[in-house]
């Protein structure tokens, strides 16, 4: 069974950093291009960052793009997400997903987690 669990999240005042992360279990996580996404109360889920299976090639949605870092270590099954110059806008549920299938991009809504909450306030 595919379980993705997600953590590191909080409360954190603007310009402030996290480092998010999300342990993977029940498939060959060197094997799928994982993916993180985001959604705010009220709002539509937005991508934020995507992965190569190899962590060779990422890349990043343009609210984001210069603030955050995805990365991973396959040896430990683990997808990270470093959040820096955090905006209020950034507030939101954070979560990893992986690609539907292997070598494939996109993702799989029904492999989320419960996700972690981001919250960027003074």
């Known amino acids: 069974e595919v379980q993705l669990v997600e953590s590191g999240g909080g409360l954190v005042q603007p310009g402030g950093s996290l480092r998010l992360r999300c342990a993977a279990s029940g498939f060959t996580f060197s094997d799928y291009h994982m993916t993180w996404v985001r959604q705010a109360p009220g709002k539509e889920l937005e991508w934020v960052s995507s992965i190569s299976d190899d962590g060779g090639t990422t890349y990043y949605g343009d609210s984001v793009k210069g603030r955050f870092t995805v990365s991973r270590e396959n040896a430990k099954n683990m997808l990270y997400l470093q959040l820096t110059s955090l905006k209020t806008e950034d507030t939101a549920k954070y979560y990893c997903?992986?690609?539907?299938?292997?070598?494939?991009?996109?993702?799989?809504?029904?492999?989320r987690g419960q996700g972690t909450q981001v919250t960027v306030s003074s």
């Open positions: 997903e992986k690609a539907p299938s292997m070598g494939a991009w996109g993702y799989d809504h029904n492999s």
